[in-house]
């Protein structure tokens, strides 16, 4: 039980779109992770995603639309929704996701970014 400082946990790392797991609440992992440029599409059909922008703009991409994602706040997708989180401008983005363990950052998806195991630090 010690305070965490996302600060120096994201400057451990400078890999982009790779989570790394900072806490664990719950069966709920507590990751961090870098992101630029768009993403892939893709759903999460038996859990809810949680995006918090620390720094940066996110736009979370749905079919019907686009959300703006500041610093600061944060979105959540339902489970089954389909999204596909981007960065523009050649932004990085720093972000804390909260989401069940075990589940894929990409869905069912598979993509050269798909990650199945998150670094811990």
């Known amino acids: 039980m010690k305070a965490i400082n996302l600060s120096e946990k994201f400057k451990k790392f400078d890999k982009q779109w790779h989570p790394h797991q900072v806490a664990v609440v719950d069966g709920m992992q507590v990751l961090l992770a870098r992101l630029e440029g768009e993403f892939v599409w893709h759903a999460h059909q038996e859990e809810d995603e949680l995006f918090q922008v620390i720094k940066g703009t996110l736009y979370m991409q749905f079919r019907d639309r686009t959300e703006v994602v500041r610093e600061g706040e944060l979105i959540v997708i339902p489970k089954g929704i389909e999204h596909c989180p981007m960065t ?31 670094p811990k630090i």
């Open 88 to 118: 523009k401008n050649n932004e990085e983005v720093q972000v804390l996701l909260f989401e069940k363990i075990g589940i894929s950052h990409t869905g069912k998806v598979k993509d050269e970014r798909t990650v199945t195991e998150y």
